[in-house]
Structure formats: C-alpha cells, structure tokens
C-alpha cells in the first residue's frame, strides 16, 4: 500500500470513491471489506452497494448538499448509506442511537435533514416526534417494513448498481458530527471532504501502522467520532477489513467477537479495557491474533495499562483526538510509551499550550491547547459565537488542558470549560444538574467528574435539598433512579452527596473545581 502521508489531493475529490472505488481500481475488488456475523462483504460488493444505496437516494429526491440523518447501529447499512450519500454529494450525520427524543427533536431540526434513515429497533422512540419537524421529507427504514415509511432492503433491490461520483470539491461539506457544547446543546461539526486526509493519516501510518491485511474491531460504535475513524475510515483508507458488531458492547461478546473474528488491531476505551480484564477473570481468552491494543477517547490510567500489559503481554497505546478535529492527534508509539500520558503530537499538527491570557506556558506549566491542521473543522453549524470563540486564524482552541514533560509527552488535565468525559463520551454537567433539580427534593444540584477505585471518571453529584426533605440512602436511590429515566445511562450519577450549600461565586456562579477537592 502506498503511503497517503504526502497525496495530493485534487481540486475534485469525493471521500467515498476515495475510500471505496479506488480499492477497486488499484485490484483489491475480491478482498473483504466487513465481516458482519456470518457475512464477508468485499470491497467489490461494497461499491455495489454504495451506489444503489447512492442512486435509491436520488430517485426518493436527495440532492446534493442535503442532510441525511443516520439512527442506525453498526451494519454494513451503515456503511451503505454513509458513503452513498456522500457519493452523490449529500450530507450523512450519523448520531447517538441511544439519545433522548428531544435530542433527536433537535438533531433534525436544528441540521435541516430532509431524510432520516433509522432502523427498525430505533422508531418507536422517534415515532412521535417525526410528524412535527419542519424539514424532513422522507424516512427510510433499515429492517422492518412500517407504514408511512420507505424500506431500505426494497428501494436498494430496484436501483442501479452503477453511479456517476458527484465532482465534490475538495472544500465541499463531506460529513458532520453531533458534539455537546458547555451549554449541553449539541454542536453540528462541520467536515470537508479534503479533511479525512489531514486528520488520519497521520496515525494510521506512524502509530498504527496499518496494512491491507488487517483485521480491525472497534469496541466504540461508529455514531462516535472515534468509532467511525477506527470502524469505517481506517480500514477503507487502506484497503483492510473491519468487524462490524451490531449489538452494545457487552465484556463477554466483544472477547466472543475477537476470539471468532481473529483481529489484528483492536481498539477500544479504558472503561470497556477495565471490563474486559475484569471477564478475563473468569474465563479464558485467546488474544494471539492482537497485534496492536489502542485507548482513546478519556485518559488511560496507569493501573490498566498495567494490568493489561501483565495479562496479555501487549502495551496499550494511549492516545487522544476529538469530533472537532477529526482524528487522533497526540499518541503515544509503539516501543515509546509513557504510561498516563496521551502520548507526543503526531506529524502533521501544530501545537501551542496558553494560558488564560493567550500567552504560551512553559514545560511543566497547565495550558489549554491549540492545535493548527487543515483537517480540523471549518466550524459549528449555525454557532456564530462559539466559531469566534475557538478559531484564531488557522488555530483552533480545542478547550483541553495538557502539561507537557521535558520529553514532549502531553498529560491529560481536564477540560478548560468543565465539561466531563465519561466512557468515553462528552457530557455536560449542567445538562445532568437541572435533569436532577426538576426533581421535588432537590434545590441545588453542581456535578463533577470523580474517579472510581480503578481510576476511571464517573459522575458525582452534589445536592442541596428542599426544606422538608432529609438526606438518606432511599433517597440517594431514588434520585438516581429518577435521572434514569431523563438522561442517557451513562450520564447518570454514581454517586450522591447531599451538602448544605454548593460553593459559589459573589455573582452566583457556581464554583465547580471547588467540589472536586
């Protein structure tokens, strides 16, 4: 495989035929593309499909620049209507299949989608907010049929397996993400299609290291950032196979996947690594396929990468990128890890660590980090203020704080603007506080991150009560059981404090480092 490192990109460029039909050009039509259950899909029958996929769209009346709402689990239909829709120009924004209704609410407004393709499993929680959005025109369905909807498998059987790529700029929008803001809105991030060679090639080929020959598996599911670059871009960048999983990711079934499926590259987060040695605990497993075991998407504590290392001989590369990036961008190597940190910044970015006063700190010192690629972001969607607030030139405030060592590793410190990360997932802590405070009991609520014995970052809330109510384990039990039903599962408390007052400041503000101490 030729190295992508240096490749010019042309004027015209599609990321879909980049990452599909060139496979087919340069003669790896036969090789598998996905394994999905007891399917191989190859990269000849993946163009295939992309292009009926690209052509059903069509004919239903998706034109270019259209967005396209994806509610689907990891499928090779995924796959299909990503990448067909960005064949034809269209816009694929894959989201959260475990969001809330009024999340989905705003997703399809707030985008604009015209069409929303969602499995089967997913309508019933979007059914009765589908007829109120103002742009959707259309709903495709992959599984079973539902009156008022189009179904996947028949508008894909009747349509042409040939398709002209649309002649994209290389400027043109190729993709956005869903990311949360400090306010818990999310924010629609903007991706070219000329960014996917600037934000993951870089680790690809110094970090990972990938060839055609590669099994990869991704515990992560594709509707986050981290997923889609390990689940769908890494492999199709470099002509290698993925394993699909469809289900959530459970301990028992992913050591089941990796045992059946024999991948090389596998790639996961430090909760889910932690789970997994806790099932090696009782049971055997065979990880000789594994050459390579990489962490992301929160910071690895040095008592798992241990572990791990004594159970299955293999370092755990560490390593750190964001939706508003695209990929990773510090990483630790192969043979040069620094167990705790996000690893060295990876060629291809710059970076500077400032200070509150935009002034760069020195080795040793906390400073937030800017980072300059050219296939960060060009910008949130319809988020003036933000875009004014984290781009200065080429540069973009990426809101995390890093020490840098002596010898250029970078050490996780948290997020400039208090926002938790969660197994793996943005979260705001306000979002969880006024869940908790529609609740009679509660007054007050602050949320923070704390850490678990294992070191691994759950949500802890603070909670000062209304008069009339006292401060008792039934009632800790019952607040938590109530954000279950309000909030996402792993935005849920671990723990409840009850206090008398939250530290604030003498304008109200709440003083949220102060609940960490």
Known sequence: ?????????????????????????????????????????????????????????????????????????????????????MKIGAIPIPVNIMAQPRDYEYFLDDSRATTLVIGDIFFKNLEHIIKDRKYLKRIIVVGDKIPGTFNFDEIISTASPILKTEETSKNDMA????????????????????????????????????QEEDIIFCSSKMFFSYGRNHSLEAPLLYGASVVLWPEWSRPADILNVIERYRPTIFFSVPTFYNLLL???????????????????????????FDRWLKRFNIEIIDAIGSTDVGGLYLSNRIGNVKP????????GYEAELKNEKGEKVSTGEVGTLWLKNDGITCGYWRKHTKNKEVFWGPWFNTGDQFIMDEDGFYFYQGRADDMLKISGQWTSP????????????VSECGVVGAPTDEGLIKVKAFVVLNKGYEPTPELEKELIEYAKGKIAHFKVPKWIQFVNELPRTTTGKLIRYKLRT
């Open 1 to 85: 495989m030729v190295s992508l490192l240096n490749f010019s990109i042309p004027e015209i460029f599609n990321q879909a035929d980049f990452m599909v039909d060139r496979h087919i050009k340069e003669g790896r039509a036969k090789n598998t593309a996905i394994h999905y259950r007891d399917e191989k899909i190859t990269y000849e029958e993946l163009s295939r499909m992309v292009n009926k996929c690209g052509n059903a769209l069509k004919g239903l009346g998706v034109e270019i620049e259209n967005r396209v709402l994806m509610v689907l689990s990891d499928c090779p239909e995924f796959f299909y209507t990503y990448l067909g829709a």
């Open 175 to 210: 993709f956005w993400m869903y990311t949360s803001g400090t306010t818990g809105i999310p924010k629609g991030v903007i991706h070219l299609h000329h960014d996917l060679l600037y934000y993951m090639v870089p680790s690809c080929e110094e970090v990972f290291k990938i």
């Open 278 to 304: 806790k099932e090696c605990e009782t049971r055997s497993v065979d990880f000789s396929s594994v050459r390579l075991c990489v962490s992301a998407g929160e910071a690895l504590p040095e008592d798992i």
């Open 340 to 347: 705790g940190s996000s690893g060295k910044l990876l060629p």
């Open 430 to 441: 306000i979002e969880i506080e006024n869940v908790i405070m529609l609740h009679p009991a």
